[in-house]
């Protein structure tokens, strides 16, 4: 993209960092702060670390003339989220041993830790290393974590598309050798690797890329830059619709922000995949706008050249035209919860994993050792959901009975006891450690939770399914545009209200209100509940309904319905 | 200056009679020092003379004489320029010397040497004297036949060995050949009377040993004081106080703002500031209800009258103890075993250490003591000294402190560093800690602004470098500032951490090590730090670089075998070599230590 503006920093970073090397040995080895360099904040993004500081202790700290308290936020690259029992327990060791105890699954399918001081940062990479994990290219401006539909009961697709997704993603990885050299001790190289597909300063912003199974958008694939949605035709995978476009994050502030659902560009064969995702990331490398980072991701790239135009270009680079889309329906981006029996003889359960966070001694979240001992009976193989909650699969007729003890033990087994409202929840971090946050998010859940299933009893709503997301800023981890309630925050104790969704995650919100506190949230969702309880359609959903009743005003952003 | 000698208020009966002494006190007055010196000569003169002369010489030929100091805190450099202040006074030539300076062919030739000394740590004298010290005591002692000297020793009597540095230096004098002035004085923390005697008497004894010359009757009364003093303190009032460790540290160290405005208090960065502190309420009423003594009871103090509580409150040390008081009190209490300890330096010092007045009384209760009887057998509550924490550039009227206070668990009861806990604790903002200046410390940024500094520090040791940083910050001062610092974990204990890393931003503070005793498994102290920073360390030596060490004596002790250490393996030099090295730094005064 040719522009008069200067570049962002970040790209001067990223040029200057010798392939994400940086001075990170350095900021390592500094001991009188906690943080690294400045510019090092940016390439260690990167290696799939984030620098934080607890925000709890921030204010007081200043006080006492105290640097404020850093740490790092470390998160997995995993590749259609999945993990054997062997690679759990040793993310739950690590835990403990560096971070604050807690294992988080991520929206996008990985597990991050929280809470992992400087020094304690090698050791954990290695210890990863150990089961063969890495966090490379887990944040930064590169290609993120590839997330596939993690609902393995729902077609026999599955296995095939998980390979695509591990396909796509060994293709993405960057070549340079920097993680290895910095975190596991490797061979400085003496020449900075060529990055053939990235160049010198990789993308202009993060780029996700998401595999769907219809009829289940678990991944939400139009919030993704890049989409496949799997088209199966006479029991197997004939190739993907493919998307583009797709993302959350906007701010308050910057009003040529804003979310935007993935566009359908047309379709490919499963061989036409690796040649369509380097078409799209590269069309995007040299179009997207590297000098303002809020108007750098590919959503606003297509807008800016025009989607015809930005297709055209990925059918140039990719040597061939997309065919048209295929039929394709979605019903939810929800998770289904329980034990399914599948025809091999093996089960998988779906289990429902409160704000996605495990940890012991909070009665709110599932504990932590209870999940190892359960991992431990199950033995096999493992898979975090895009809804963060987590799927045993494969589990023996075998070991079925022990894993049953184990969920009767510790009581795991959540979601039948739960509201829909809750176990369809999503919250991102927010405070303490996310820099970004400006109203709590995670720990407001559960309380919002309690507020809004006694407001749903009122009118025997309770059992209803409702997607509720909650984001502490308008960042948009937690997906929350795509919610049929919405909350967004602002401030502490207040947030913005958006409704309308549908259930399957393809059409956005629409902000009704600004900054509501919790009274105000439900005194606006009152009568909207109670004409929904009068007036609703046989199976409609609450977003469905609010936009067949126009209740949401003219404000409602662009609509895409359900592909068809 | 206002008056450089305090006369007698009373008249010295039966020499004047009430109306010549009056007239004679309005002359005085008037008179400027160098007037009254001129005055006194011409009075003295005139006693020889017999018959009024106009215009007589003053004095004839002045008796030289050399008040040596040998100095840690700068107590014993303030006292010795007041010893010959008052000497000048008198008509003596008076001339202080830092026992640094003081040279080996000087000893044969000065023939009137005054000395005052401080002891630390384990009997040991301060850095500045050790090689006066060792000198003296050793086997090349010179012969000083015709020397004429007096010790005042320093110290602090709840250490064992109890200013041995003065008593090395008076035994060793006197076995040189030396003659006694006067007796040699053992000053506990308390030392300004006992001082000040010490200054009368010696100078009387000089002036009778005047031949030929005038002679002055000594005046007596204490030589010049400062404004503000142990007795007269200034009512500091706190403006803020802060915790600068993070909760849930192993340690707890506050950062405290005292406001100067008016007291006309003048420091310089590396000052001590001294708080003149009182004991705990809950302690002082615990000990007069164990007394069995009613605490309203009047009891005559060097200060004046006060009742039993005030003075135990704010008058008498409690929370420690000192042999003197165990011998005083064995002997009230008949006790054997008392008496036994008395005597028995080092039981004595084990048996102190975590034992307090109350402890003492209620472990051999004495029927029929007197609230006087007690109160005499206590020494007086000393003032406690803090390392200034801030530069006067930077902060004018206002000094800053780093505090850590003192708290402990002993035979059952919780104890506490009477200055710290009361700094912290009893005190709330606004409120007036009484606070004076005790003589300035050699603790000195150098005078060449362009001279690099590496500043090694522990705990609240680190206070002063705050100082220095500030000080060379307002200054503009271009050399360059290395600091070592140390503390337990680096999370919570870094103190001043932001200032620091925001020197280090600005590039004032060039280089930083940080050592963190207890954030691995093999403990980690800032002299390993100076060991890994070797080759620089010394660079920065061999540039002229001058060397801060403050922190406890432990610490200042293993830092300077590391120096040694540093020197030895950076500049390739044998042990006894490197050793000269840094003894030569001292000499050089590029070596300053403040430890405690």
Known sequence: MSTDKPLSDVERIKTASRGLRGSLIESLNLRHTGAVHADDTQVIKFHGIYQQDDRDVRAERQRRKLEPQYQFMARLRLPGGVLDATQWLALSQLARAYGDGSLRITSRQSIQFHGLFKENLKPALQDLDRVLLDTISACGDINRNVIACANPNRSLLHGEVYGWAQRIAAHLMPRSRAYHEIWLDGEPVVQPEDEPLYGKTYLPRKFKIALAIPPSNDVDVFAHDLGFVAIEEEGRLAGFNVTVGGGMGRSHTNLATYPRVADVIGFCTPEQVLAVTEAVVTAQRDNGDRSDRAQARLKYTIDRMGLDVFVAEVERRSGFDLAPTRPARFDTSGDEFGWVDHADGTASLALYVPGGRVVDGQPEYLPLSGLDELVRAHGGELRLTCNQNLVLAGVSSAARPQVEAVLERFELDLAPRRTPLETGAMACVAFPTCPLAMAESERYLPALLQSLNALLAEFDLERENLSLRVTGCPNGCARPYLAEIGLVGRAPGLYDLHLGSDRAGARLNTRVRESLDEAGLLDTLRPLFARFAQERADGEGFGDFLHRLDLLGATSTSEQGVIA | MSAVVELPRRVPAPVLDEGQFHELRRFADALSPEQLLWASGYLAGLQGAGVAAPAAEPVAEAVRIVVLYGSQTGTGAALAERVAERARTLGFEAETLDMLRYRRARLREDRNLLLIVSTHGDGDPPDSAQELHALVTGAKAPKLADTHFAVLALGDASYPRFCQAGKDFDEALAAAGGTRLVERVDCDLDYEEAAGQWTERVLGKLNEQRPDTPRVAAVPGAAARPAWTRHKPFAAPLLERLPLTAEGSSREVWHLELDLAGSEIEFASGDSLSIVPSNPPELVEALVERLSLDGDAAVATPQGERTLAEALASRYEITRLTRPFVERYAAAAESDQLRGLAVDAEGLAKWMDGRDVLDVVAEHPVQGLSAQDFADMLRVLPARRYSIASSPLAYPDEAHLTVA???WASRGRDRFGVASTQLIERLTEGDGVPVFLEGHAAFRLPEDPERPIIMIGAGTGVAPYRAFLQEREVLGAPGRNWLFFGDRNFRTDFLYQREWLQWRDDGLLTQLDVAFSRDQ????????????????????????????????????????????????????????????????????GRYHRDVY
């Open chain 2, 405 to 407: 206070p003192v708290r």
């Open chain 2, 521 to 588: 498994q093999d403990k980690v102290y800032v002299q390993d730090r100076l060991r890994e920073r070797a080759a620089d360390l010394y660079a920065w030596l061999e540039e002229g670089a001058a060397l801060y060490v403050c922190g406890a004596e432990r610490m200042g002790h293993d830092v300077h075998q590391a120096l040694i250490g540093v020197v030895g393996a950076a500049g390739g030099l044998p042990a006894d070599k490197a050793e000269a090295y840094v003894e030569d730094l001292k000499h050089t």
